[in-house]
C-alpha cells in the first residue's frame, strides 16, 4: 500500500474532523504551552529542534492524520518547548506530496499551528540553484514563491477561519524579512535574498527544466514549502522563510548529485542557520 493509499483515515486529507482532531492531540501534550512561532525543519535541518528549552516531544504517530516522514533527514516529531525564551513549536519532518499524500495533508501541520494560536511560521528547505552565482552552501532568504506543484491545499470548501481567496502579495512578511537581513548582518552571515519555486518531485531536475526555471524567474527550487505558506497566510499567519542552496540546478556546473550529498551540505550550513534563526527570535521576543 503506497503512502496516502488508504490507511489514513479521513482526518489524513486536513479535512474539519481531521484538523480538529490532530489539534486536540498536540493541545493535550504541550499542556500549559502556546507556542507563538513554529518552525518547519527542512531536509538536514532537525539539529535545531534538539536545542529547544524544556522540550516537550510529540511523535507523528501520536497525532491523528500525521503520517511517518519518509524521507532520509525528516524526524517525524513536533517538539514543543522555548527558544531565546520565545514559546514555539517545532516541525522536525515535513510531509512532501511526492510521497503520495494529498496537499491537504502537506497543509494539515500548519492548520493545527492556526488552530494553536501561532502567529508566526518559519519555513526551511533544502533547495537547488537556479541563479548562477549561487554556489552549494548558499543561504537564501526566500522573497517570494512560484507554485509549480499543480497542488493547492486549500481546494475545496474553504475549512472555519481560512480565507477563500488569500491574497498572496506578500507572502513571505516584509517586516520579518527585513529582520533577518538585520540579524545576518549584524552577525556577519551571508544572506542571499531570491524567488523559490516549488516543484511536485520526486525527480530531480533536468538541465532544460532548470533554464526553463531561470527564464521565469526562480533563484531556487524545491519539493517542499509552498502548500504550508498558502495555507499559512489563508489563516493570517506571517511567514519567514530560508533555503539551503545544497547545490547548482542541472546543467549550471555539469555535476550530478545525490540525496546524500544534498543532506551533507544541508547539515553544515544548518549551523549558520539555526544561529540565524535565535537570533530573529530573541529579536521579536524584544520587539
Known amino acids: 500500500m503506497g503512502k496516502g493509499e488508504g490507511g489514513r483515515g479521513t482526518g489524513g486529507t486536513g479535512g474539519t474532523g481531521g484538523v480538529a482532531a490532530a489539534t486536540d492531540a498536540v493541545k493535550q501534550r504541550l499542556g500549559k504551552l502556546k507556542p507563538r512561532v513554529a518552525i518547519v525543519l527542512g531536509s538536514g535541518l532537525g539539529v535545531l529542534a534538539d536545542e529547544v528549552v524544556n522540550p516537550i516531544r510529540i511523535p507523528y504517530n501520536t497525532i491523528p492524520g500525521f503520517p511517518e516522514p519518509g524521507v532520509a533527514g ?61 554556489p552549494g552552501g548558499t543561504l537564501m532568504l526566500i522573497a517570494d514563491h512560484i507554485n509549480l506543484m499543480w497542488r493547492n491545499p486549500l481546494i475545496g470548501q474553504p475549512q472555519p477561519g481560512e480565507q477563500r481567496f488569500p491574497i ?23 544572506l542571499e535574498e531570491g524567488v523559490y519555486v516549488g516543484l511536485l518531485g520526486p525527480s530531480y531536475e533536468t538541465p532544460a527544466e532548470v533554464r ?22 489563508s489563516r493570517g499567519m506571517r511567514c519567514l522563510g530560508f533555503s539551503i542552496i545544497t547545490n547548482p540546478g542541472a546543467g549550471i556546473s555539469g555535476e550530478a548529485l545525490s540525496h546524500e550529498e544534498v543532506l551533507a551540505v544541508s547539515e553544515r550550513v544548518a549551523r549558520q542557520l539555526s544561529v540565524l534563526l535565535k537570533g530573529v527570535l530573541r529579536r521579536m521576543r524584544l520587539a
Open 74 to 134: 525528516h524526524k517525524g516529531l513536533l517538539v514543543g518547548g522555548t527558544l531565546e525564551e520565545v514559546p514555539v513549536l517545532v516541525q522536525a519532518g515535513r510531509f512532501h506530496l511526492y510521497e503520495g499524500d494529498p496537499a491537504g495533508v502537506a497543509g494539515l501541520p500548519a492548520r493545527v499551528f492556526a488552530e494553536l494560536g501561532v502567529e508566526i511560521l518559519i519555513v526551511t528547505n533544502a533547495a537547488g540553484g537556479v541563479r548562477r552565482t549561487f
Open 168 to 190: 498572496m502579495h506578500e507572502s513571505y512578511d516584509g517586516e520579518l524579512r527585513a529582520l533577518a537581513r538585520t540579524v545576518a548582518r549584524e552577525m556577519g552571515i551571508r
Open 212 to 233: 526553463m526555471l531561470e527564464r521565469l524567474g526562480a533563484d531556487a527550487v524545491g519539493m517542499s514549502t509552498v502548500p504550508e505558506v498558502l495555507v499559512a497566510r
